[in-house]
């Protein structure tokens, strides 16, 4: 812990600026593949625009480290309160980091912990508080190699070790079990090459190939899933393609969910939505679809400069990446009912809205059977980002205790199980089509429950009583 060294805040900012440079220049490199291949500009401007991005996001650890530096400066040996104030710091900065300019909570630290380590404690205290756990387990370490006494450094290392020891055991109170009730799901993976997919040309070939690849296995499933604006006509325009999928849909006893962008020309707004065909209900006595009807979901986290531009009336001029294809979408509501398909309620997360786990926590209802995602990934390239993409949804899947639903363009298609494993995925950069049969769960867990509240009281309090403590 590098801040308990210091002799003034503005070392700790350089601190926690440096940390954040390496954390996120390395974490978040798969973000320069887009603006390099798809922003049309030159290299050393892409290479800026990423700096900018990085310097941004490591404002956060440096906040951490200031704050934390400033409410134990006059205790900063103090036992083991200084180091949970450091966790709280870390936190609430994390928390900041979540929702400033519509939040980036990306590569945050409990998702180290997805298949191992502390990941018992997912059901329980969520991702947030795996990540205020390793900044506290961190600390304690750290302070092994500080000139203290004996006590003050190794008491701290030892409960540390038994809260990671002992976080198997926690399995037991998990809060679901597996029902005795499977669905046949089919998720179709169609590989079209990102340049590809906004060329009117090819429309009608993107979305024969989609059904192509599910015409063999409609009879075989209760769900039909294909990825994020998987047809790349606009609803409006798309009504007769999208009337005999409805019917071929029902007339299988299926219900199929895709992507699709869809436009109104009276208000010029536009979504990214998700729409249901087929079968709504199993009782459903002809197919549900039809265009303006409410079983959709709309997405409501847009991501910056590629769904929305910021200050747009002046940016769009100054360069290509600004100006990007479909980049001027409108907002879903924050809570929105769940997809219903085939007797199925499914919560659903487009993109990086799978990041926001109190998005999630909003919408997850007593009905919810799944937690669908789908995701364009082929901005991103052969880069770690589609793999942390997954990991965060396998996070997702242990924090609420339902199976995870991801479909995407060209990998990773996969479906999850409630304890965060990995059931099957197909390989990236193939066209391909997941067949599988999955289990559902019931019950709720305590995170489904009481979400961030009881880590963000806890939190508040201790960072109150750092600031008592330090003005007496």
């Known amino acids: 812990m590098v801040i308990s060294h210091v002799n003034h805040w503005r070392q700790a900012l350089l601190a926690g600026l440096c940390y954040g440079a390496g954390w996120f220049g390395v974490g978040i490199s798969w973000v320069h593949v887009s603006i390099d ?20 996001l490591s404002l956060f650890p440096a906040m951490a480290a200031v704050l934390s530096y400033w409410l134990t400066k006059k205790a900063r040996h103090s036992g083991i309160f200084s180091l949970l104030i450091f966790g709280a710091s870390w936190t609430a900065a994390e928390w900041i980091r979540s ?35 390793l900044a506290v387990i961190a600390a304690a370490l750290a302070r092994l190699y500080q000139p203290v006494p004996v006590v003050v450094r190794v008491l701290p290392a030892v409960l540390s070790a038994l809260v990671i020891l002992t976080a198997p055991l926690l399995d037991n109170i998990k809060g679901w079990q597996y029902s005795d009730h499977s669905v046949r799901l089919v998720m179709v993976q169609g590989n079209i090459k990102q340049e590809l997919r906004w060329q009117p040309e090819q ?37 007769a393609f999208l009337d005999n999928l409805n019917k071929a849909a029902f007339y299988n006893d299926a219900a199929l969910i895709t992507g699709i962008l869809d436009y109104q020309r009276q208000t010029e707004q536009a979504w990214n939505n998700l729409i249901v065909l087929g ?61 219903l398909a085939n007797d199925y309620h499914l919560l659903s997360a487009i993109c990086f809205e799978i990041a ?3 998005q999630i926590r909003a919408n997850f209802t007593a009905d919810t059977d799944f937690i669908l995602t789908v995701s364009n990934d082929a901005w991103f390239g052969d880069s770690i980002g589609p793999h942390q993409h997954l990991q965060i949804a396998r996070m997702r899947a242990k924090e609420f205790g339902k199976p995870v639903l991801r479909a995407t363009n ?18 990236q950069f193939q066209e391909a089509v997941l067949l599988d049969n999955v289990p559902l769960s019931s019950g709720s867990t305590m995170y489904a429950r009481f979400g961030d509240w009881p880590l963000a009281i806890c939190c508040l309090l201790l960072l109150a009583l750092a600031a008592l403590r330090r003005h007496n």
């Open 37 to 56: 291949q798809f922003g049309g500009l030159p290299l050393v401007a892409s290479i800026g625009l990423m700096a900018l991005l990085v310097a941004y």
């Open 99 to 133: 929702f400033l300019l519509t939040g980036f909570p990306w590569l945050s630290l409990g998702y180290s912990q997805t298949s191992a380590g502390l990941a018992a404690y997912a059901p329980l205290i969520g991702e947030t508080g795996i990540t205020f756990m």
């Open 203 to 239: 429309e009608w070939p993107t979305m024969l190939k989609y059904l192509d690849l599910t015409r063999p296995h409609f009879s075989n499933a209760d769900i039909v899933i294909w990825p994020e604006a998987a047809i790349p006509q606009l609803e409006p325009l798309a009504e």
């Open 279 to 339: 079968k709504d209900t199993a009782t459903a006595s002809d197919g549900n679809y039809f265009y303006g009807h409410a079983n959709r979901f709309s997405k409501h986290h847009l991501l910056p400069i590629g769904e929305f531009v910021p200050f747009e009336n002046w940016l769009r001029a100054l360069a290509p990446i600004f100006d990007l294809p479909m980049s001027s979408f409108s907002r879903g509501s924050y809570v929105q009912a769940n997809l």
């Open 356 to 358: 926001f786990p109190r």
């Open 410 to 427: 060209n990998g990773i298609t996969a479906t999850i199980n409630p304890d965060g494993s990995v059931r099957q995925r197909l390989p």
